[in-house]
């Protein structure tokens, strides 16, 4: 545009503080982030310029003929989340998952009880939530994936966003299958007497010993087998059909059905984008909790209930001198918040550009800690009448850990309540609710990384992209879903998955911190929000968090988890076996620095073409 004294017209220069424009210099519905474009260097340096605005001198304008050059963008408007409420409800059906359920009850307690809390809680302050907050704002700020945001970041950790697609399928190649079997349940909850109740089935032993609240000419013995615990492991797993990870069997035809099932409403939950999930999580988000309130007072009402609950909560101050303590809550409160696993950058990457990311972070991992706790009262209370009936005390009841928690011990406690097909229903349909909130934020972390990475490619083929995605996962699944398939989620569980993605998040707040620089993110977080982080982020960010990374990363390699399942010790060759896993996801990282580094050479140097 050719003007001659635009001074004098008096038009107004483009800045971030001037509302929300695109590069054409219109107002917009969905304002967009002021962000740097595409780096060239190894990290992006300087300051960033405002939208639309070319590189070019301050020189004034006033009376002189200026050639004015404005970008005008061709990218597709990006999806917005129909309402807050659906971000709100999507991530916290991403961070309250499985886990909140099982592991963090089981944790709570071998720690300590009530006195586990506290290094819980200083690890939530000073790790979790900080981590929480900085990727809803990374991803609310520069708009895109797990992959593409790294151009604007630090180029060369782009590998980064690679190795946490890798892990994202990783994941789903297990954790869907916890949700099969759950599913399996819960078909088989539609009948007046529940099989896991009775010991005249094909599958029981004779070591099988019906233990009901009516029966009291029982006796309950260390070498008696639940019916419930029969129906679990020879039943719906059948791992009695396999020695090991050596030998795993043939494919469970029911249980390829359950998770065939399960993926499709996988599918046509997130085919469509955030637009069709957003809808979907207002149940598989919201029901878990009317369930858990259900049970809570259920539990409350059971005799013995008080034995659990006490049980759950009498501190024992003298286990916090133990580091395996702190190393639980760390690794806990990690896992539980899901930072690093791609989820947090695309739901955010969705948002108004000006949304309140920072109270949306303290709101979501709140209500995900308190969820936790919550979930223990539930389990403890169920235990505490289970050691009741058997006359037993609690640790012996809640020696299982895992899943074996829900679906050998609470299933024989519903089984043992009024009304107990209508619980156990409910409480398989929550198992399976928590399951999928996880699971459509992962394979969103996924889609959302890959369509801004290709979206000359993809951008039109989401639906057909997403339906590959999911084929390639229930392949990937189809080694759980065999007889010894329990022994393959358990490798995925402990070694596959766990080291590599904390290696991948200490590598991402380094990125950030260190090479981005945490004033030029504090300032971006200015721009977004209009208020600048305090001391406290800063310093968390800088340093807090890298060593609290750091803390688990050292921690799991001095003391590796002894791993074993039901009458299965894992050999040291699946040791082996499940870090080669792991660092097949995190080899990305490495390799995509050299290749950064070589075509930087040959930019710099092209006679080395030749």
């Not at 004033?519 to 982080?533: A, E, S, T």
């Amino acid at each position: 545009m050719l003007a001659d004294g635009l001074a004098e017209k008096g038009p107004k220069a483009l800045s971030w503080g001037s509302g929300p424009q695109v590069s054409n210099g219109f107002t917009t519905s969905t304002p967009q982030s002021p962000r740097d474009g595409p780096g060239t260097a190894a990290c992006a340096g300087g300051t960033a310029s405002g939208p639309g605005v070319g590189t070019g001198s301050s020189m004034p304008l006033g009376g002189l003929r200026t050639l004015v050059v404005q970008q005008t963008s061709l990218e597709r408007p990006r999806e917005t989340w129909s309402k807050k409420m659906d971000f709100l409800l999507s991530v916290i059906g991403y961070a309250v998952d499985l886990g909140n359920v099982w592991r963090f009850p089981y944790i709570c307690y071998q720690n300590g009880g009530g006195a586990f809390l506290l290094p819980y809680l200083l690890m939530a302050v000073f790790g979790g939530v900080p981590l929480f907050y900085m990727e809803l704002a990374l991803g609310q700020f520069h708009r895109s994936g797990c992959i593409s945001i790294w151009k604007h970041i630090c180029p060369i950790f782009k590998g980064i966003g690679f190795a946490i697609c890798i892990i994202a399928l990783y994941i789903a190649f297990y954790y869907n299958t916890i949700m099969a079997w759950a599913l399996y349940y819960l078909l088989s909850s539609f009948q007046s007497t529940l099989p896991w109740t009775t010991c005249t089935n094909s599958w029981n032993t004779a070591n099988c010993n019906r233990y009901m609240s009516t029966d009291h000419n029982v006796s309950w013995s260390n070498s008696s087998i639940s019916p419930a615990e029969e129906f679990y492991t020879r039943q719906v797993l059948q791992v009695h059909l396999s020695p090991g990870l050596h030998e795993l069997g043939s494919i469970s035809w029911q249980l390829a059905l359950c998770l065939l099932f399960i993926f499709t409403i996988v599918y046509f939950s997130i085919w469509k984008g955030v637009k069709t999930s957003g809808k979907v999580v207002w149940v598989t988000a919201t029901f878990p909790y009317l369930v858990l309130l259900i049970l809570l007072v259920r539990g409350a009402t059971l005799p013995g209930a008080w034995r659990g609950v006490v049980f759950y909560l009498k501190p024992n101050w003298e286990k916090l001198l133990t580091p395996s303590v702190w190393i639980d809550a760390a690794a806990q409160i990690f896992f539980s918040l899901g930072p690093g696993f791609g989820v947090l950058l695309a739901f955010a990457s969705y948002n108004p550009f000006h949304n309140n990311c920072y109270k949306d972070a303290l709101v979501t991992s709140s209500v995900n800690c308190l969820t936790s706790f919550l979930s223990g009262f539930v389990i403890f209370t169920v235990l505490g009448y289970m050691a009741e009936m058997r006359q037993q005390d609690v640790d012996a009841v809640a020696k299982d850990a895992g899943p074996s928690l829900l679906f050998i011990i609470y299933a024989e406690a519903i089984a043992n309540m009024p009304a107990a097909t209508f619980f156990a229903i409910i409480f398989f349909l929550m198992i399976i609710m928590l399951g999928l909130d996880s699971t459509f934020a992962g394979l969103e972390g996924v889609i959302t990384a890959m369509l801004d990475e290709f979206p000359h490619i993809l951008a039109k083929r989401r639906e057909g992209f997403v339906f590959g995605l999911v084929c390639v996962c229930y392949l990937g699944a189809l080694s759980t879903l065999t007889y010894g398939g329990a022994f393959v989620v358990k490798l995925f569980e402990e070694y596959a998955t766990g080291p590599s993605v904390i290696t991948v998040v200490l590598l991402e707040v380094i990125a950030v911190s260190w090479f981005y620089g945490t004033n030029r993110f504090c300032n971006d977080i200015q721009v977004m929000l209009g208020f600048y982080p305090g001391w406290f982020w800063r310093i968390c960010w800088v340093a807090i968090c890298p060593c609290f990374l750091l803390f688990i990363i050292i921690s799991f390699l001095a003391f590796p988890p002894e791993v074993k399942l039901f009458h299965y010790h894992y050999p040291q060759w699946t040791t082996v076996l499940g870090y080669c896993i792991g660092v097949s996801s995190f080899i990305c990282v490495p390799a995509y620095m050299v290749y950064h580094l070589l075509t930087g050479l040959l930019l710099f140097f092209p006679t080395l073409r030749v």
